[in-house]
């Protein structure tokens, strides 16, 4: 009896498996055939069945990274779609055969144009049909932008319209319906992408989610480079020398010092900083105890040399003053000297701690490869260029070109807000990359915009459904692409989250 309706259910189910099956593999016939308009441009490259515990071959190149996975039986559609005469965006589809009807587009990172597997996988074992892209060229380099503004549109403001439209058709034939709702997550650039959408394609997401926005993207780029700079950073490696340039045992000397000062501000002395804004960091304290007068304030070159001399003979780890107005520096928001202007805010008490500020980001001693190839390749559109006078002029030429229209600092979310979009950001205050108070600074506007209560007025009452200090020891959110064990203190990433359009359904 039990065999019988065991065999009752299972024969269903295995003709709707079958019938899956037939239907994608049919896919590319049906997609080239189409007369869609939504797929004018676009070139089907394949289109697969795929089983359960798959292990793939990645589409593109230059984006090493291990292979994806597919956790779900699936249809994967590989697709090009033509965007200009001299460029193209490449995507995929990973379309799940047990389909809750829901949609979703994943960001990139970074300078990226890499296919995100990962979340490929996940949201296609979330049962949504899910698309990735490669932002409109291969690689984790800014170089494909050099002298062709037609990717550089693709990666600042269209790759992610694009493909989004082509995907929902592509959606629409496999299933022979259209997708209920659609949605889009990204964390970073991606985030970027994500405000992106909802300011300039309101129409093409109902619900988006974005991580640590990389919003008004040139100055963040503009910020990090300065950033850099103010620690001893120049074009090429040996800037190790700069009287500013901390070694990393510097920075946990540093990184301790900032834990002593500002642990306790949140009300526990527990490892954590719960409440970053309100961190004075004092890094004068760590100045060397017989840092004279001389290295104070170094009239010649030989004084500043033994301003950094006197620190590497110290007993105890010490500062020079260069080190610590480097500090000072960073430790405060980038303000434009000439109008008073905030260009970008500090970079979070804490963060410092983070490993990737030492493996190729500000803290190596080496220019950060995120500005220099956007400033090279994007902003100036030169194949060689000279960091080691990099400063203000260059920060306000990348806002006046503002490359592809990829700032994406405005406001105005009324378009998207109207339709009925809902739009969550959070943003780990111990971000590796982008301070968090940009996240805030972005919410302040978008609230000044649309007449909705400043971050200092919110209560638990109003109809946002988070606040920043209800969300402040929240732990368990940390940066893009970490999970617990990849963050060496996961503990001390406590995080905002801001729904900026209120739930009222
Ligand atoms: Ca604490």
Same mark, same amino acid.
């Given at each position: 009896?039990?065999?019988?309706?065991?065999?009752?259910?299972?024969?269903?189910?295995?003709?709707?498996?079958? $019938?899956?099956?037939?239907?994608?593999?049919?896919?590319?016939?049906?997609?080239?055939?189409?007369?869609?308009?939504?797929?004018? %441009?676009?070139?089907?490259?394949?289109?697969?069945?795929? #089983?359960?515990?798959?292990?793939?071959?990645?589409?593109?190149?230059?984006?090493?990274?291990?292979?994806?996975?597919?956790?779900?039986?699936?249809?994967?559609?590989?697709?090009?779609? &033509?965007?200009?005469?001299? #460029?193209?965006?490449?995507?995929?589809?990973?379309?799940?055969?047990?389909?809750?009807?829901?949609?979703?587009?994943?960001?990139?990172?970074?300078?990226?144009?890499?296919?995100?597997?990962?979340?490929? &996988?996940?949201?296609?074992?979330?049962?949504?049909?899910?698309?990735?892209?490669?932002?409109?060229?291969?690689?984790?380099? %800014?170089?494909?932008?050099?002298?062709?503004?037609?990717?550089?549109?693709?990666?600042?403001?269209?790759?992610?319209?694009?493909?989004?439209?082509?995907?929902?058709?592509?959606?629409?034939?496999?299933?022979?319906?259209?997708?209920?709702?659609?949605?889009?997550?990204?964390?970073?650039?991606?985030?970027?992408? %994500?405000?992106?959408?909802?300011?300039?394609?309101?129409?093409?997401?109902?619900?988006?989610?974005?991580?640590?926005?990389?919003?008004?993207?040139?100055?963040?780029?503009? !910020?990090?480079?300065?950033?850099?700079?103010?620690?001893?950073?120049?074009?090429?490696?040996?800037?190790?020398?700069?009287?500013?340039?901390?070694?990393? $045992?510097?920075?946990?000397?540093?990184?301790?010092?900032?834990?002593?000062?500002?642990?306790?501000?949140?009300?526990?002395?527990?490892?954590?900083?719960?409440?970053?804004?309100?961190?004075?960091?004092?890094?004068?304290?760590?100045?060397?105890? $017989?840092?004279?007068?001389?290295?104070?304030?170094?009239?010649?070159?030989?004084?500043?040399?033994?301003?950094?001399?006197?620190?590497?003979?110290?007993?105890?780890?010490?500062?020079?003053?260069?080190?610590?107005?480097?500090?000072?520096?960073?430790?405060?928001?980038?303000?434009?000297?000439?109008?008073?202007?905030?260009?970008?805010?500090?970079?979070?008490?804490?963060?410092?701690?983070?490993?990737?500020?030492?493996? %190729?980001?500000?803290?190596?001693?080496?220019?950060?490869?995120?500005?220099?190839? !956007?400033?090279?390749?994007?902003?100036?559109?030169?194949?060689?260029?000279?960091?080691?006078?990099?400063?203000?002029?260059?920060?306000?030429?990348?806002?006046?070109?503002?490359?592809?229209?990829?700032?994406?600092? #405005?406001?105005?979310?009324?378009?998207?807000?109207?339709?009925?979009?809902?739009?969550?950001?959070?943003?780990?205050?111990? $971000?590796?990359?982008?301070?968090?108070?940009?996240?805030?600074?972005?919410?302040?506007?978008?609230?000044?915009?649309?007449?909705?209560?400043?971050?200092?007025?919110?209560?638990? &009452?109003?109809?946002?459904?988070?606040?920043?200090?209800?969300?402040?020891?929240?732990?368990?959110?940390?940066?893009?692409?970490?999970?617990?064990?990849?963050? &060496?203190?996961?503990?001390?990433?406590?995080?905002?989250?801001?729904?900026?359009?209120?739930?009222?359904?």
């Amino acid at each position: 009896m039990h065999l019988l309706t065991l065999l009752l259910f299972a024969a269903p189910l295995l003709s709707y498996a079958q $019938d899956f099956e037939s239907t994608c593999l049919a896919l590319k016939s049906t997609l080239d055939q189409s007369t869609d308009a939504d797929l004018a %441009g676009t070139t089907i490259l394949d289109v697969s069945y795929v #089983s359960s515990n798959t292990t793939l071959e990645p589409l593109g190149s230059g984006c090493p990274m291990p292979p994806p996975q597919a956790s779900v039986p699936l249809c994967r559609v590989q697709f090009t779609t &033509q965007t200009s005469p001299t #460029s193209a965006v490449t995507a995929e589809a990973w379309l799940p055969e047990e389909w809750y009807g829901r949609f979703l587009t994943a960001g990139n990172g970074g300078l990226s144009g890499c296919i995100f597997y990962d979340m490929l &996988q996940s949201g296609s074992a979330l049962h949504f049909a899910t698309i990735s892209h490669n932002a409109g060229h291969d690689g984790f380099s %800014g170089l494909p932008f050099l002298n062709n503004p037609e990717v550089l549109l693709d990666f600042s403001s269209r790759a992610v319209h694009v493909s989004t439209v082509v995907g929902k058709a592509i959606t629409r034939e496999l299933y022979r319906r259209p997708a209920s709702k659609a949605y889009f997550a990204g964390c970073s650039a991606g985030g970027r992408q %994500g405000a992106h959408s909802a300011l300039y394609h309101p129409s093409d997401f109902d619900g988006i989610l974005v991580g640590s926005p990389a919003t008004d993207w040139n100055r963040l780029m503009h !910020w990090m480079g300065m950033t850099a700079r103010a620690v001893g950073a120049g074009p090429s490696q040996g800037y190790e020398s700069a009287p500013e340039f901390l070694t990393r $045992d510097l920075w946990d000397v540093v990184s301790q010092e900032i834990l002593k000062q500002c642990d306790g501000l949140d009300g526990l002395e527990d490892g954590i900083i719960a409440q970053p804004d309100k961190c004075e960091f004092k890094p004068e304290v760590l100045l060397c105890s $017989d840092a004279d007068e001389a290295c104070v304030a170094p009239a010649t070159l030989e004084g500043e040399l033994r301003c950094v001399e006197s620190n590497a003979n110290m007993t105890a780890p010490c500062l020079t003053p260069k080190q610590v107005a480097a500090l000072n520096t960073i430790y405060s928001p980038l303000i434009d000297a000439e109008t008073g202007e905030l260009l970008y805010p500090r970079l979070d008490p804490g963060s410092e701690a983070i490993p990737i500020y030492f493996a %190729g980001l500000p803290f190596t001693g080496v220019f950060p490869m995120l500005t220099s190839e !956007w400033f090279q390749y994007a902003v100036k559109n030169v194949s060689t260029y000279d960091f080691s006078s990099y400063g203000p002029a260059d920060g306000r030429l990348a806002d006046e070109i503002n490359p592809g229209g990829i700032a994406t600092w #405005s406001g105005d979310f009324s378009a998207f807000r109207d339709r009925g979009g809902k739009f969550l950001t959070y943003h780990g205050s111990g $971000d590796w990359i982008i301070p968090s108070g940009n996240s805030k600074r972005m919410y302040e506007l978008v609230a000044s915009t649309l007449y909705a209560p400043s971050t200092s007025n919110l209560k638990e &009452q109003s109809p946002f459904t988070a606040t920043p200090e209800k969300y402040d020891q929240m732990d368990s959110f940390y940066s893009c692409g970490q999970s617990n064990n990849q963050i &060496q203190r996961p503990e001390k990433t406590p995080n905002t989250i801001f729904q900026i359009f209120p739930t009222r359904n």
